[in-house]
């Protein structure tokens, strides 16, 4: 499973890297990213266990 999210500069969803889990006011979990096309930064709002599943395979790094 990649991280994928909707890339605004692109236009369409794009695979994501250098992911990073963060935890929203609500509670919820969001990843962190940046296009691996453009650069352009995006994120992609997640269950907590697609979240959990995603650190665990190393495809995203817990934030601070």
Do not use: F, P
């Amino acid at each position: 499973m990649t991280i994928e999210g909707r890339c605004m500069k692109c236009k369409e969803n794009k695979t994501m890297k250098d992911a990073q889990m963060t935890i929203t006011s609500r509670g919820g979990y969001m990843a962190k990213g940046k296009c691996a096309d453009c650069g352009c930064g995006m994120c992609r709002i997640m269950s907590k266990d697609n979240a959990d599943k995603a650190v665990a395979d190393g495809e995203a790094k817990k934030a601070a």
